[in-house]
């Protein structure tokens, strides 16, 4: 029951790093790719219905810790007190960016909103691999590295997306940020997944590492031959296998000195939870694979402004 | 001052601020839904007008209550790490329940509330609308029983120094939090009621002698009846609940009840106390047990009788805060449902039928005023509510079994808890200008006219030359 529950954590920050993944990316590259206000609102406007169910991803995934990994949830956010405080207020200053900008009626005030979507973006895509990074090698360089890696894949992946659900000057545009971005990307991957794989415990995190970085150059290869669709099914496969790899190495120890049994709550409280998941979660994969499906088409710029 | 302090302040602070926001999310999403309906059902233009117009303001508040709960989610671990670790396999399962049960379904639908207006069919987009409203509602319910299990904890044991949860259904249907939950989410109605009340009264004096007059005010007639309606209906749930929550206090929560009537002593037959030197005489006893002569405890024997059963230690909460917030909430929650019972018998007919031109005709002009004027007054309930309720429970985190002094996290220090604090305190601040700001901006420019057409898109040329005072169309983002 608690490797169940592992699991059902691991999967609900995967889900949480796929989809706000490029969130965060359209977010960063607000600024990069477009040329005026019409453009602007085309680029939030891909993200403009999803981002928020997004976003309640990682709130289950906390949540979820909470409930089934007590110990974990308390001395991962206590102990890591600034960098969480620091996502939050990114959160909220991308939040409330988001949700303003259709409201604020100057220029001025439109840019503010820009402001918080783009710095909020980088500042939470970058601490959620700085912090991962942390936990997993405890060093100044794996945060750095782990940083800069989760940053630079969520760009990629907006990138992608964007480029996806776009049509004119911004397509083009998107494309070519995703290959300027694998640039460095691909070399960060390759440097960093090998660090996470744990040999000892889990062999299989290194075969996840290798397939993500396979997904990767995939990716990349898909994307610079205009297969957009294809390029973000590579993208999210990355994530998904990199995200594995990362919480095979916290199986041992999800941090330092702290077993997952120590951490986990009694079995009572993991059966209840196992059935009201089981309830709930295909309902919610379900009306939000939907929510993807009514805004399916393309965006232009004509059509938002 | 230390680390545990501002890790209370902190709470307190990020916890008030939240909840400024969440009742107008809860009620106003109900209001706004009710409306879209009524055009569904009318096909009227105005019930569209008015589904369009308080939506705006919905979401500019949505944003807010989101982004602030967050923190919520987040805080318990950053600060209070012991709590955390005490109480996560009980006190976890229903926060976990609330993302997955009732967040998905509210962030989910409004996306495609917002964005779905030509995209969907007539009935699905308003079904969305229901689906995320029933999301938000069904989050408090769950918020709130973690929060009542915190005053009145059941349906677990202590192994090995933390909480461990024996039975879901007996913390789900808590007392405690089945008083709590209508109390809470009646009191938001009323705070939307209130609002709703405040705009439509503050549009009915501005459009006086205007040419929009005739046309609107019927609309703002209906608004007007339509919050009136609800703030009544919620203020008799609000005064019945929080009677049911009296007598729990008496049971499960004696000191708390002592704190807000300020008994020092056990007494039989205590009177109700007004403001102090104007009492009922038996009136408490009667409120809390249904018998005039019953005892009730008094905080210094309750003080006596703790320091028996968990050892020496100050189990008195801060008084006067008590006392006066239970008034504040009282009297305030009070005038605000008296103000929509008296609105309800004003507006009884229609006046000045088939051409209703003026405010007056609509509602007498003294009674928009105070419409407007008493905006403030359900949130100060509330807030005083709240600050009863939490500051009522110290010094436990969860009553009879953890301190707060307890509970804090031993790794945090005071630098970083204060680098947070402040942090917070200045961002919620501009937050709740630029808050304010935006909404009364669009409340002043008022609803838009023909609301069954998409708006014209003025071309945005002279718009580009000079960034800073060209204007920006209201886009399609509601």
Known sequence: ?305 | MDALDLARWQFGVTTVYHFLFVPLTIGLGVFVAAMQTAWHRTGKDHYLTLTRFFGKLFLINFAMGVVTGLVQEFQFGMNWSEYSTFVGDVFGAPLAMEALLAFFLESTFLGLWIFGWDRLPKRVHLACLWAAVIGSNVSAYFILAANAWMKHPVGYEVVDGRARMTDLWAVLTNSTALAQVPHVVGAAFVVAGGFVLAVAGYRLLRERGSDEQARRSPMWRTALRGALVMTAIAGVVVTASGDLSARLLHEQQPMKLAAAEGLRHDTAGAAFSIVPGVEVPGMLSLLTTHDPNAVVQGTDDIQARYEQRFGPADYTPNLPVIYWSFRVMIGFGMATVGLSVLGLWLTRRRRGRGRRRTTAQVVPVWFARACVLALPLPTLAVTAGWLLSEIGRQPWTVQGELLTAASVSPGVGLTEVAISLAVFTVLYGLLAVAEGALLVRHIKAGPEDRPGQRPERPTPTPAETDPGKARLTPTLMY
């Open chain 1, 1 to 305: 029951m608690v490797t169940f529950w592992f699991i059902v954590i691991a999967f609900l920050w995967t889900g949480y790093f796929v989809l706000e993944g490029f969130d965060f990316g359209v977010g960063a590259l607000l600024p990069l790719l477009s040329r005026g206000e019409a453009e602007r609102r085309q680029m939030i406007g891909t993200i403009g219905p999803v981002w928020d169910g997004n976003e309640v991803w990682v709130i289950t995934a906390v949540g979820a810790m909470f409930a089934a990994f007590p110990v974990w949830y308390s001395d991962l956010l206590s102990g890591y007190y600034l960098p969480f405080f620091l996502v939050v207020v990114g959160l909220i200053a991308r939040g409330v960016g988001l949700e303003w900008r259709g409201k604020v009626t100057s220029r001025r005030e439109a840019a503010l909103c820009d402001a918080g979507i783009v710095t909020g973006s980088v500042l939470t895509a970058f601490l959620w691999g700085a912090i991962f990074g942390h936990v997993v090698r405890g060093t100044a360089a794996a945060t750095v590295i782990g940083g800069t890696l989760s940053l630079s894949v969520a760009v990629l992946h907006g990138a992608v997306f964007l480029s996806l659900k776009t049509a004119g000057p911004v397509r083009a545009r998107a494309r070519r940020a995703a290959l300027l971005t694998a640039a460095g990307a691909v070399p960060l991957a390759v440097l960093a997944l090998p660090a996470v794989a744990d040999t000892a415990a889990a062999p299989w995190t290194w075969v996840a590492a290798l397939a993500a970085t396979a997904a990767l150059a995939a990716g990349v290869a898909l994307i610079g031959r205009h297969r957009e669709g294809a390029a973000f099914a590579a993208t999210t496969a990355f994530i998904t296998l990199a995200t594995a790899a990362l919480f095979g190495a916290l199986w041992r120890a999800p941090l330092p000195g702290l077993t997952v049994t120590e951490a986990a709550s009694a079995s009572y409280t993991l059966t209840v939870l196992t059935w009201i998941g089981l309830l709930a979660l295909p309902g919610v994969l379900a009306y939000q694979a939907w929510t993807y499906w009514v805004f399916r088409k393309r965006l232009t710029a004509a059509a938002v402004s």
